[in-house]
């Protein structure tokens, strides 16, 4: 059983019985389908669903603890409010959490207090509305993020917990170097030494390809990534700004970064931290890329290419996520939509300079 064929059942029951309550709908769908308890989740392969009940339209009912989240966060967890003549669906993964509201005053990174409110779960994340059609690729953001990294977010917009002040604040020197990032970036695609990286590092793709796509079936986005990183990295994972260190041309330092695109699924992976990247590309010969893996796990093919990121196909999917921005960051960015067609070989990549130090620019002012 699909998410969408128990949202499709439960909202058909609803409609063919416009007076069943909470109770009536949940009971109706445990014996529909058996779902396992725990305790007021229901777990389903591969999705959890919490029932709620609000009179009107609005839901302030407190929906679950931040604890019990926990255990659930790594597949959707879907909110099934029933209302007075219909069922409204969320999809209430902590990335989709604005705050922790009901008992939270102990909220810490080492205190998982309190519990969610129905008004605490987000409408919409980042422009795409919470609905039911739009689960599949809000998921896919949701699980570019750990469990850690959202619980860090949360306990600052819950306390108002400043934390570590991480953002860069850039001289008029670095400036002048951040600004020039594009250009090097552009020079780096004739770069003999860069091309002779991606020639190598496509190679090694290529020999790991039966290894990777066993890899790409695993469906926590967070292991999947790791466990491709591993392979070609040799070792851990490090979660630094990128995965391999390069020095090439004329005394060029080249970051990668390895990022996981399934052609056939809805992903969107994690960009990259924006005060880090901006620190980075602060300083002289700074260059940094992404080695773009596209898997098709229907057709078994895999293919990579090595790009920097002001790249245009990247650059257009690149997006910031704003509700990640805090008093001490700049946030995040993360990769959605077709950037996977960067990875074909026969893809041309281009640098557009006027829009990349646009770009640059509005990740600054952030």
Not at 334 to 349: E, I, T
Not at 358 to 364: A, S, Y
Request: hydrophobic content about 40%; some cysteine; charged content about 25%.
């Amino acid at each position: 059983m699909k998410l969408e064929d128990a949202i499709e059942y439960i909202s058909d029951y609803k409609a063919k019985n416009p007076r069943a309550d909470k109770a009536a709908v949940q009971q109706a769908f445990v014996e529909w389908c058996s779902p396992m308890r725990a305790r007021s989740v229901w777990v389903c392969t591969g999705f959890s669903v919490r029932f709620s009940q609000a009179s009107g339209n609005g839901f302030s009912n407190t929906v679950l603890s931040l604890s019990a989240l926990q255990s659930h966060d790594t597949m959707p967890f879907v909110v099934a409010l029933v209302r007075e003549n219909d069922v409204k669906f969320f999809l209430a993964n902590t990335t989709l959490l604005k705050k922790i509201s009901h008992s939270s005053h102990q909220l810490r990174l080492d205190n998982i207090k309190g519990s969610f409110n129905g008004s605490d779960i987000m409408s919409e994340y980042e422009g795409i509305e919470n609905s039911p059609n739009k689960f599949e690729i809000l998921f896919a953001q949701h699980s570019a993020f750990t469990w850690e990294e959202n619980l860090e977010r949360l306990v600052e917009a819950t306390n108002a917990i400043v934390g570590y002040d991480r953002r860069f604040r850039p001289s008029n020197e670095q400036l002048d170097m951040l600004w020039d990032a594009p250009n090097r970036a552009k020079a780096s695609l004739v770069d003999p030494d860069f091309n002779a990286t991606e020639i190598a590092l496509v190679g090694r793709v290529n020999e790991l390809a039966g290894e990777i796509l066993k890899a790409a079936s695993v469906d926590n986005v967070n292991l999947r990534g790791n466990a491709i990183e591993q392979l070609l990295t040799g070792g851990g994972n490090a979660h630094e700004l990128g995965d391999l260190k390069y020095n090439i041309g004329d005394g060029k330092r080249l970051i990668v970064d390895i990022k996981t695109k399934l052609i056939d699924r809805a992903s969107a992976p994690k960009a990259y931290n924006i005060d880090k990247m901006l620190s980075f590309l602060s300083e002289p010969n700074s260059v940094f890329a992404f080695l773009i893996i596209g898997v098709c796990i229907s057709d078994q093919t895999v293919t990579a290419r090595l790009l920097p990121i002001f790249d245009t196909a990247l650059l257009q999917a690149t997006g910031v996520q704003h509700h990640w921005a805090g008093r001490t960051s700049r946030g995040v960015t993360q990769l959605s939509g077709r950037f996977g067609r960067a990875s074909a070989a026969d893809y041309v990549p281009s640098i557009d300079l006027a829009e990349s130090e646009r770009f640059l620019k509005k990740l600054v002012e952030l």
